[in-house]
């Protein structure tokens, strides 16, 4: 999505083969959306019956969102369909270098399962990134938000890199706001690796009422 507004992706499997559940062998998808230039206010899912999409099996990126006021609700980003399976392939869940996104919801149609990627889940960076709220996400968990994906090698729920403006907000003091990000694991093991990390992120990011671990 490159110099429009207003538009909306849902429903769909992306990256993944026809039954939303199996890595397409010899994929080069890099990114599943991609949303860029002057292209603010889209939604990627939704909260409505069958708006989520299955953005799993791209070989760099789910959803890439460089622009602002986007909302991105109600996927599976990195797992199958049934939000258990391993997909394989992807290496970031979101990656966010724009202002003012919303990840996730604070309603169950409304949350994202963002796992099963093998680095990172959301990975936040540049100067660019800022007043993006994240909030009631099942990060590095499957749909249930209680049981780790088998074989999944996703190595950090969530990170503020370089750049990073700050003013983000992870999670809320509302409710439901609040994420849960677990199991993510840098072994073949399922033991906590990395839950939320911050890398000479310039701004002050507010990380409130979630369950890490």
């Known amino acids: 999505i490159n110099g429009s507004s207003g538009n909306d992706v849902k429903g769909n499997y ?5 039954d939303g559940s199996s890595f397409v062998t010899g994929g080069s998808q890099d ?16 909260t409505g019956t069958a708006d989520g999409n299955v953005i799993s099996g791209n070989t760099a990126t789910g959803v890439s969102v460089n622009t602002s006021d986007n909302v991105v609700a109600g996927n599976m980003i990195g797992p199958a369909k049934n939000g258990s399976s391993f997909v394989g392939g992807q290496q970031t869940g979101i990656y966010i270098t724009g202002a003012s996104n919303t990840i996730g ?8 399962t963002i796992s099963a990627n093998d ?5 936040l960076q540049a100067a660019s990134c800022s007043l993006n709220v994240i909030k009631g996400n099942y990060i590095g968990l499957d749909s249930t938000g209680t049981s780790f994906i088998a074989t999944s090698h996703q190595d950090m729920g969530i990170e503020f890199n370089l750049t990073c403006a700050g003013n983000n907000t992870v999670g809320g003091t509302g409710a439901n706001e609040g994420n849960v990000v677990s199991g993510n694991y840098n072994d073949v093991t399922p033991t906590q690796g990395t839950g939320v990390y911050s890398i ?3 701004g002050t990011n507010t990380i409130v009422q979630n369950i890490i671990g």
């Not at 919801?105 to 994202?112: C, M, Q, S």
């Not at 680095?119 to 990975?123: A, C, R």
């Open 14 to 18: 992306i990256g993944t083969a026809s």
């Open 31 to 46: 990114i599943g959306v991609y949303i860029t230039g002057t292209s603010p206010s889209n939604t990627v899912g939704g």
């Open 105 to 112: 919801g604070t309603t169950l149609a409304g949350k994202n």
């Open 119 to 123: 680095d990172f889940g959301i990975l």
């Open 200 to 202: 000479s992120s310039t």
